[in-house]
């Protein structure tokens, strides 16, 4: 079973449209705010292992800054080449003002901003 780790606050998330890589357990996970919500995924590119926080999001996409593979960060399905593999997601919640993520994959699931209220 997954447990969850305390990665960083809330006022430490940056807008929407911006990513930050933390680590979970020794393993880097990049957190996307997007206008659906928060998502945590692998933050090693499935082509080349370059970080995904250091690329572009666009709508519910990141963009691999090296070779352009574009990952859907609600399943972490690869959308386009050079990467042919999905990269791995992770539950994310938010509780008081901490941000926790699941140490084990899973199938994603936005945490909705509103939430937090």
């Known amino acids: ?6 990665v960083c606050s809330v006022a ?3 807008a929407v449209g911006g990513v930050r890589r933390v680590d979970v357990e020794g393993e880097p ?8 919500g928060l998502f ?3 933050d ?5 292992e370059v ?11 990141v963009e691999c800054w090296l070779h352009g593979s574009k990952f859907d960060v ?3 399905e690869a959308l386009c080449l050079p990467a042919k ?6 539950d994310i919640t938010i509780e008081d003002d901490g941000v926790y993520v699941g140490t084990s994959p899973v199938t994603a699931s936005p945490m909705k901003m509103e939430s937090n209220a």
């Open 1 to 6: 079973m997954s447990r969850r780790v305390r």
């Open 12 to 14: 430490e998330l940056p």
């Open 29 to 36: 996970v990049a957190i996307v705010v997007t206008a659906d």
């Open 40 to 42: 945590a995924l692998d």
């Open 44 to 48: 090693t590119c499935s082509h080349d």
């Open 51 to 61: 970080s995904l926080s250091d690329g572009e999001v666009e709508g519910n996409t």
């Open 74 to 76: 609600r399943s972490g």
């Open 85 to 90: 593999k999905s990269v791995a997601v992770f």
